[in-house]
């Protein structure tokens, strides 16, 4: 199985101030078909996991653009430009190249 | 409007099975595969597998093969989760998501518990 690492775990952000999160993934997530299946998803406390950004720096429908993707092969990272009390919660990546899908473990980010 | 909608909660007894449904809305149901997550108590997400509507194809992770099956019923445009020999540890709120996770279910918290 591919094996996803966040770092770091835990981020107490300032509003207003960026914030960034590594995920790196123990084999390349480049398919043969050019895309890279890489993709990030916020859970706010209580609720089901939304989609943020998918194939590395896609952003989903209505995701506001202080948030970014960026990275290649196996080293990924989200950016959130300038923060908003809103975007407290806990970050994913995952992996959808091969089954298993996998995820981090989860990166908290509190105001 | 476009959404899953999982079935309610669920309170089993260690070695029982849990069904899980998840009924699609306003979108063509054989169009897109069904994923299955689950999130225990205070920890992260687990893949558990997927199916392809159009064809009823599976794929489960290596985990649950063997406990996990997963249906669906075109007629109704749902998807079915059921884990059996349940355990303690599969407490978890089980959650359906729409093939590239652009979309997911409310969750299903399944308890088990003696």
């Known amino acids: 199985d591919i094996v996803m690492t966040q770092t770091p775990l835990s981020l107490s952000v300032t509003p207003g101030q960026p914030a960034s999160i590594s995920c790196k993934s123990s084999?390349?997530?480049?398919?043969?078909?050019?895309?890279?299946?890489l993709y990030w998803y916020l859970q706010k406390a209580g609720q089901s996991p939304q989609l943020l950004i998918y194939?590395?720096?896609s952003r989903f429908s209505g995701v506001p653009d202080r948030f970014s993707g960026s990275g290649s092969g196996t080293d990924f990272t989200l950016k959130i430009s300038r923060v908003e009390a809103e975007d407290v919660g806990v970050y994913y990546c995952?992996?959808?190249?091969?089954?298993?899908?996998?995820f981090g473990q989860g990166t908290k980010v509190e105001i | 409007q476009v959404q899953l909608v999982q079935s309610g909660a669920e309170v089993k007894k260690p070695g029982a099975s849990v069904k899980v449904s998840c009924k699609a809305s306003e979108y063509i149901f054989t169009d897109y595969y069904i994923h299955w997550v689950r999130q225990a108590p205070g920890q992260g997400l687990e893949w558990m597998g997927r199916?392809?509507?159009?064809?009823?194809?599976?794929s489960y992770a290596q985990k649950f093969q063997g406990r996990v099956t997963m249906t669906r019923d075109t007629s109704i445009s749902t998807t079915y989760m059921e884990l059996s020999s349940l355990r303690s540890d599969d407490t978890a709120v089980y959650y359906c998501a729409r093939g590239s996770t652009e979309l997911w279910g409310q969750g299903t918290l399944a308890t088990v518990s003696s």
């Open positions: 194939e590395v720096s």
């Open positions: 084999q390349s997530l480049l398919h043969s078909d050019g895309k890279t299946y």
């Open positions: 995952m992996q959808g190249i091969n089954v298993p899908w996998t």
């Open positions: 199916i392809n509507p159009k064809n009823g194809g599976t």
